[in-house]
């Protein structure tokens, strides 16, 4: 599982409330993710942090 977000490996999920983000992705890789989406697990983590402060995503349970 190399690679993959511990973030999103927890109970922690990310949805997108800002109408769209680009997720960053390992190996340069961007993914467009839209209102009502959530992250991939290959998010960087800080990514994740930074659309959290910025409110582009909120946590969601499983």
Same mark, same amino acid.
């Given at each position: 599982? %190399?690679?993959?977000?511990?973030?999103?490996? @927890?109970?922690?999920?990310?949805?997108?409330?800002?109408?769209?983000?680009?997720? /960053? #992705?390992?190996?340069? %890789?961007?993914?467009?993710?839209?209102?009502? @989406?959530?992250?991939?697990?290959?998010?960087?983590?800080?990514?994740?942090?930074? /659309? #959290?402060?910025?409110?582009?995503?909120?946590?969601?349970?499983?």
């Amino acid at each position: 599982m %190399a690679g993959v977000n511990s973030f999103i490996l @927890g109970a922690q999920r990310f949805q997108v409330i800002a109408p769209m983000v680009v997720a /960053m #992705l390992p190996g340069d %890789a961007q993914q467009y993710v839209y209102r009502g @989406g959530l992250l991939p697990a290959e998010t960087l983590p800080s990514q994740i942090a930074s /659309m #959290l402060h910025s409110g582009l995503v909120k946590e969601v349970s499983r």
